[in-house]
T-cell receptor
């Protein structure tokens, strides 16, 4: 049973436009969410996070939105750049204190120049 | 500051052989994790450790063992490799909840093929 779902395996966006990556979760105990970016042949790197007490967190071109009632979060990248082309994973954790995260299956973003 | 390193980067094993993957971190992180990534499956947690001398099972622990004898090292062992263990393995580390910080820092991965 996939507790964290990324239903879009891939997404293509023109350079300069907005990229919106979506993530849904089923466990209402999740209280912390992260986005990671992964380039081929490299490990994932942390991008941005959000706590369940917030509904928005912004860091430069990256903004994460959290809708707890819908159990949905999204990552907005504005403006999109070719260097943003990568696989994006969302991850969720409950308050168990061990920082165990459940990862989604990833969305491959391609930013077209 | 090397961050998280993994040894080896690539390995091919025959069914039934054993091997150990080494993860090392130089950030003084308390928590360490082993994940596997398979096509269409995302990252799945195999085992994790919340401190030196402690280990715990994750989502997919069967067929693997781990040890954390030193704070900076986390070893993943396959006692009798099976083709189903063909995967890319990632190690990660993070600070504990007591010291703040929650994102995980990942190593570059080990690509393992079992024939």
């Amino acid at each position: 049973d996939q507790q964290v779902k990324q239903n879009s395996p891939s997404l293509s966006v023109q350079e300069g436009r907005i990229s919106i990556l979506n993530c849904d979760y089923t466990n209402s105990m999740f209280d912390y969410f992260l986005w990671y970016k992964k380039y081929p042949a490299e490990g994932p790197t942390f991008l941005i996070s959000i706590s369940s007490i917030k509904d928005k967190n912004e860091d430069g071109r990256f903004t994460v939105f959290l809708n707890k009632s819908a159990k949905h979060l999204s990552l907005h990248i504005v403006p999109s750049q070719p260097g943003d082309s990568a696989v994006y994973f969302c991850a969720a954790s409950d308050a168990s204190g061990t920082y165990k995260y459940i990862f989604g299956t990833g969305t491959r973003l391609k930013v077209l120049a | 500051n090397a961050g998280v390193t993994q040894t080896p980067k690539f390995r091919v094993l025959k069914t039934g052989q054993s091997m150990t993957l080494l993860c090392a971190q130089d950030m003084n992180h308390e928590y360490m994790y082993w994940y596997r990534q398979d096509p269409g499956m995302g990252l799945r947690l195999i085992h994790y450790s919340v401190g030196e001398g402690t280990t715990a099972k994750g989502e997919v622990p069967d067929g693997y063992n781990v040890s954390r004898l030193k704070k900076q090292n986390f070893l993943l062992g396959l006692e009798s490799a099976a083709p189903s263990q063909t995967s890319v393995y990632f190690c990660a580390s993070s600070y504990s909840i007591l010291t703040g910080g929650s994102e995980q820092y990942f190593g570059p991965g080990t690509r393992l093929t079992v024939t």
